[in-house]
């Protein structure tokens, strides 16, 4: 009433229909989908938001911003569709989307081996309307999904993924046959867990999982030597795919090749700053630690050959790692960006050198001030727009010394695109966040 919007719910339902025709139209100007939404959409969002635009902050903020600093100056962001193996060896996008989507992953779907006579029972155990055996279907495309999200990060992640998926069919496979050989004395009824490993959770995965995970179903109700015949049939899949991918080594790893080639001509060829100094430092954004961990294991020493220090800030189970100073969270940071950080008031810390190379998962993706960093670097695109805005965020801000900062974005190889569409999807809802 306040706003006079007589429905809030049909406001936003035609904003939404809105994008997606823009999103989905082939000549998309930020300009037009403004054209189109409606009046009371922004009279909603005035009603509602506090925004101070990079542009109201130059035109009323003058005074301050001659105390505080300003803004740099963004250049174009630079994409790269980078190979996997640079010896060709590793299978091609589209062969691997090909197998992965005939695959059964019968590990997810215990509810097609039900026996008929068991079926009514897990099916009246409803969660959120979803019946048992309609969830184990979401889950199986979305385990799809996310073997395809883990293959953008890395092949190193995806060959770990498949690996533990292995192991995860290994060990149903030995409680299965352990019941056929005891029947009740063993593993007389089995409980789907959280099938991802520890560095390589999805929060949608994670929340469909825990739905999910509820339901425990007694192996005197499953057809066992059916469920075994498909296990192994997905064992023999997936252990050829992690093969595939622990054979693609460091040293033809395409993308990493890629990687120490901007590191390196960035620490040679450094910007020069608003000081008059050198800036050499490089902040690398992974989605999983897996591929953190991965890069810089195989980036240290390239950066002793540089003479920089490097570090690792993963959150998490896995611990950071810095070739300066102490292996601590708030340390790490302040090495690295010492100036907007204030480093010189802190006497604990060390004065006479800096961490220039900083590997991150998105645990700093938001409420760090990183700006002494003028190159950003996204080794993967978080499915999550909101993420990547946070990420350059680290390094696009008021006070920066930086007069130019850039932005470099590993994208999946156009094979990968035809499937995911994932680059027109996050680029789409970077500009509906940006409105």
Sequence with gaps: ELFNIPSIKNLLAGAQKTFMEWSKSEERDVRHLLDRLSAGFFTLMDGLTIARSRQHIQKYYQASLAQIGRFP?????????????????????????????????????????????????????????????????????????NFLKRLESSVHSFGITMERTVAKIEDLENRLKAFK??????????????????????????????????????????????????????KQNLAWLAAAAQAVHPEHDAKLARLREIIQKKVLNPTINRRGEPNRKVIVFCAFADTATYLYENLAELAQDLGVHIALVSGGTRPNRTTLGRADFGEILVNFAPRAKQRDKMAS?????????????????EGQNLQDCDLLVNYDIHWNPVRIIQRFGRIDRIGSLNEVISLINFWPTEDLDQYVNLKNRVEARMALVDV
Excluded at 94 to 114: C, T
Aim: aromatic residues 10%.
């Design 73 to 145: 100056i963004r250049h174009k962001p630079e994409s790269i569709f980078s190979a996997i193996d640079t010896k060709d060896r590793f299978p091609s996008y589209d062969r691997l989307n090909d197998e992965i989507s005939h695959y059964q992953l019968s590990l997810f779907n215990p509810s097609k081996y039900v026996k008929d006579e068991y079926k009514a029972h897990y099916e009246e155990k409803k969660v959120q309307n979803f019946s048992q055996m309609a969830r184990e279907g979401f889950l199986i495309g979305m385990m799809k999904v």
């Design 181 to 234: 050989a005891h029947q009740s004395e063993i593993g007389d009824d089995w409980q789907p867990d959280l099938f991802l490993g520890p560095e390589e959770e999805d929060e949608e995965l994670t929340e469909a999982f825990q739905v999910g995970s509820k339901l425990k179903f007694a192996m005197a109700h499953l057809r066992v030597d059916a469920w075994l015949k498909d296990l192994r049939a997905d």
């Design 349 to 365: 810390m060390p004065q006479d050198a800096e961490i220039d190379l900083l590997i991150a998962t998105d645990c700093i993706s």
